[in-house]
């Protein structure tokens, strides 16, 4: 792993990677999405500042993309961003939501899911809380001892957030919410060095499933904590992991500069390569397109499959 002083510029960075991805707890089931042909675009000039994390919000039709507003994810400066875009013509809010205004605070917001009609964003050592409606702030729920909150899985019931861990080893939390009025309640569901820097999270068929930056394993993981490397990557510093629609999972490595598939016989091989600092991918479904923010170039890339 690159040092943590380079990693808040390159992204322990990379994040040291909420989801971001089709991450509602109501998110139709990708195979059963109808598909769109598209051809993929580059937003190279579009107001990003070092964008770490895209989802896609199937329920709104809409992109979101976090922003650290400069290369340092352990820093609380107040500067990050969350931008919205149109997929079909990709008109680009750039600060939807801004840290410093309407009474928001985001420092270094990465990986992001949607749950109900929320926006959650994971922020170094929080979960916040954005109406999805207006972009105003719900609500903070800090993290016990979290000192790089990176991405962010919201399946039915419960939230999952890793810690890819600057101090010690990282972990993973399940966040849940309890009566009407929605209190959280966060467990530690696991904190073991041998996750090694837990980055990119999801669910499926019930079990959980992440890619670590300080390692090369694919794990999965239970609900009881327990958790096992099923595969290894070529190369380290994974990122964003998603699920694609043929079944195959899909994540990112930083040192490779390329974005990985892993089989149902646990095969990985490259799917595109050559690409600067991939961060958190995203997956609209309904289009066949990966959502690759490129964190150092500020750039995001739409590739269909």
Not at 278 to 295: C, E, H, N, V
């Amino acid at each position: 792993m690159r040092t943590l002083h380079y990693l808040p510029a390159l992204l322990l960075v990379a994040l040291l990677t909420v989801t971001g991805c089709q991450k509602a707890d109501n998110q139709q089931p990708a195979e059963e999405a109808e598909t769109m042909t598209h051809n993929g675009w580059t937003l190279d000039d579009a107001g990003f500042q070092t964008p770490e994390s895209v989802l896609w919000d199937q329920e709104a039709d809409m992109y979101y993309v976090s922003n650290l507003g400069g290369p340092q994810p352990l820093q609380k400066d107040d500067n990050g961003f969350i931008s919205k875009i149109t997929p079909d013509d990709q008109t680009v809010d750039p600060k939807w939501i801004a840290g410093g205004t309407k009474g928001i605070t985001l420092n270094a917001p990465k990986g992001m899911a949607r749950y109900g009609n929320w926006l959650l964003v994971a922020d170094i050592d929080v979960l916040r809380v954005f109406n999805i409606a207006d972009g105003t702030a719900v609500m903070d729920i800090p993290l016990p001892d979290a000192t790089f909150a990176n991405d962010v899985w919201a399946a039915k019931g419960v939230v999952y957030v890793t810690d890819t861990g600057t101090e010690g080893p990282g972990g993973i939390y399940a966040v849940t919410f309890e009566g009407e009025e929605m209190l959280p309640v966060v467990d530690t569901m696991v904190r073991d060095a041998g996750l090694t820097n837990p980055n990119g999270i999801i669910e499926d068929q019930d079990m959980l499933y992440m890619v670590p930056y300080g390692g090369t394993g694919f794990f999965q993981i239970n609900r009881d904590g327990e958790f096992t490397s099923i595969a290894d990557s070529p190369m380290g510093s994974l990122d964003g992991l998603v699920k694609l629609k043929d079944g195959r999972f899909a994540f990112t490595s930083w040192d490779a500069k390329t974005v990985y598939v892993m089989d149902a016989e646990h095969v990985i091989t490259p799917l595109f390569t050559d690409l600067e600092s991939p961060a958190d991918i995203g997956y609209d479904s309904k289009r066949d397109l990966l959502l690759i923010p490129q964190f150092m170039l500020d750039k995001v890339v739409a590739k269909p499959l």
